[in-house]
């Protein structure tokens, strides 16, 4: 079930940049991309999850990988890959190893919590090398304004970003609290 268009309205990219000195249209040697204007110091996100994802302990961003559990190859490559994570990650929380469909995922998977951005690129490009035939569905966490039902539509489609093929989730569950 694909979600319902929701009301909500995004706020601008630019906020805070409104009078900002105007980019450079020079490029770099390579041709391709672009001179920036130097900065003083990096950006807050390396250190921390920018608003409005959550930063308390339920973390920043839930990752779901998922596997066919009628198909024996794909759940023992998932049931390897879920220990080694915990082996590799023991500092990550690892859930359950389902063996089934459960809340809006149609088919069987594990999840991975992550509560840093430091967490994020250290597990994100490993999971990229390491995910095999798997899918896997990686979405923020948000603490915002609206009904739980909407923020977590909101954070399981249009904020969430795919591994590997996309899995059609059931939206209904989020869709039938509205």
Request: aromatic share 14%; net charge negative.
């Amino acid at each position: 079930m694909m979600p319902l268009i929701q009301k909500y309205t995004y706020p601008s990219p630019l906020a805070g940049y409104e009078n900002a000195t105007a980019l450079p249209e020079e490029r770099k040697a390579d041709g391709k991309s672009y001179v920036n204007l130097p900065s003083d110091k990096l950006s807050d996100a390396y250190e921390k999850f920018p608003d409005p994802i959550d930063k308390s302990k339920r973390g920043g961003f839930d990752v779901h990988i998922y596997y066919y559990q009628t198909n024996k190859q794909q759940k023992e490559y998932a049931k390897a890959l879920w220990e080694r994570i915990r082996r590799e990650f023991p500092e990550l929380e690892i859930y359950s190893f389902w063996d089934r469909p459960i809340g809006p995922h149609p088919v069987a998977m594990f999840e991975v919590n992550l509560h840093s951005p430091a967490e994020f690129g250290a597990f994100i490009p490993w999971l990229a090398v390491w995910r095999g035939p798997l899918s896997a569905l990686i979405h923020p966490n948000t603490d915002e304004e609206g009904g739980e039902a909407a923020v977590e539509l909101r954070n399981h489609s249009e904020r969430a970003i795919w591994m590997g093929e996309r899995i059609p989730l059931d939206f209904s569950v989020f869709v039938d609290d509205l």
